[in-house]
């Protein structure tokens, strides 16, 4: 008999199938399972379990990631960080989120930060899992992020990004050069 | 308050895709940085299933994470959809996850892959996954791990270099069949798997995601969509693929084809396409049957679909012949 799908599995199944396309084509929007706060909750249950220790300022957000049994630790530990709302008075912080080390370069901090897609900052995108280059345009974060970002990833260390707008998703790699336009 | 009976799920013999909850989300978590990381062995704990490791248990378990119910999986072992190995590894993933299975490389979401990679084209949005017997391919001048792993993280491959000149020296050429090691991005050393030279090239700027796992020595790694991959090779001795030319294939008459050698016994040798599923459509196309042919990595005529990848052996073929050994004769 073939083993039954469970919802919270179908859900964790769509939120990694979405995430894993965000990620091979950068700039390519994707749709997550579940839209606003649930989203990330959902992008949360999917990756986070008593073996990963996240970060959310937001309480409410931050209990719900709780109850994957995830590890809740400062910004400068925890390798999954979650922002609906990135706060320009964050970005110190933020500023000392892993990036990983020459030995171990996945060590580092997968950021989920809210955001605005098709308005605000232009941005022009290049490199592994984009043909050429794609123009985006994403709103809601401070804008010295993007410079933060330049300054921070040093390939191969680096942060990985997923920018969440409603339902969508957008990957945004180490490997991913971000031109300000 | 919801009740114990709400929050159980019905009692069952195994969980969607075997592998339960906490293996999928570590595997799917080490996917995620690998496709950051395009090149670099990201380790994972590689779970137990109900086939021996060394049979394709890295590709399997990455697989198994992957597929959902709409998925199409196709499964080759050496080219072979119908191989023992590809056959049991195709039934077991549809019996876990009730996916459905395909021979057609167009017409699978999913493919699993032992040693090759199809002639037609992948498209965007498919999803390679190859097993990967050794994941290292510093093994070979470094075999103590924690060093090669300090070597990825300096990107020091001198000693790749190094071998890639000895067999020059000793054989006039690059003697490296499968796996031919190649570089990932401008950064990473990364083994193709034991994929055929020719397949080599098809990884470079394709469509397709591909996943690389190796479940014995607990490594996956991948090389995203539209990414570089350049085989090593000198600025005046290059790479080359395996040469297809003259070779016919027995039951489809096509050539420029990876192609499966069958000796005779008076000596002579004739040629099948590796490709089963390709050679399924080409005999249905030939027989007037309704079949889509994808477009091919390399044409009729042998030529690669990235113009200019594979540098022509003309303009060289002089200065190889530096190169060539000095059988039975002292150096002037």
Partial sequence: MLPLLTEPEKQAHASFIALMQALSYPGRPQRLPAAGQPAFVAIGEALVDLETSYHAPDPELAAAI??????????????????????????DSLARAPVGSYLYPDESATLVLGCTLGSGQR?????????????????????????????????????????????QVLGLPRTTVVEQL | MPSLAQLAQP????????????????????????????????????????IARGWGTGGLQVTLSLAGPNDTVKVIDQGADDSVNAANLRRFISRMTGVATTTDTNAASLIQSRHRIPEERLNEGQVLVLQVPDPEPLRGVQPDIS??????????????????????????????????????????LMSPSPIPRWDTPSLHQAAHLTLLSAGREKRLYAVPPYTDVYPIEFADVYFQVEDQSGRVCMITGAGNKFMDELPQTDGT?????????????????????????????????????????????????ARSADFSPRVGQDAD
């Fill in chain 2, 269 to 317: 040798s004739l040629y099948r396409i590796s490709d089963t599923g390709y050679i399924e459509k080409l005999v249905k196309q030939q027989r007037g049957e309704a079949a889509h042919v994808g477009e091919t990595y390399y044409d009729e005529a042998g030529q690669f679909y990235h113009a200019g990848f594979l540098k022509s052996t003309q303009g060289n073929s």
């Fill in chain 2, 11 to 50: 009692n069952q013999d195994y969980s969607y895709g075997f592998l339960d909850a906490f293996a999928k989300r570590e595997l799917r978590r080490r996917m995620l940085k690998a496709i950051a990381l395009p090149g670099y062995q990201v380790p994972y704990a590689s779970r137990e299933l109900p």
């Fill in chain 1, 123 to 167: 941005l022009r995108l290049s490199g592994p899992g984009i043909n050429g280059a794609v123009d985006v345009q994403v709103g809601g974060l401070p804008e010295a992020f993007w410079s933060l970002r330049a300054e921070t990833v040093r390939y191969p260390l680096g942060w990985d990004i997923f920018l969440v707008a409603g339902d």
């Fill in chain 1, 66 to 91: 709780a109850r994957t049994g995830g590890r809740q630790r400062p910004v400068h530990e925890a390798h999954y960080q979650f922002y609906p709302q990135l706060h320009p008075a964050e970005l």
């Fill in chain 2, 147 to 188: 060093r090669a792993r300090q070597m990825h993280a300096d990107a020091d491959y001198a000693l790749m270099w190094l071998g890639l000149y000895e067999q020059l020296v000793r054989y006039g050429r690059f003697v490296q069949g499968a796996s031919y090691p190649v570089i990932v991005h401008q950064r990473y």
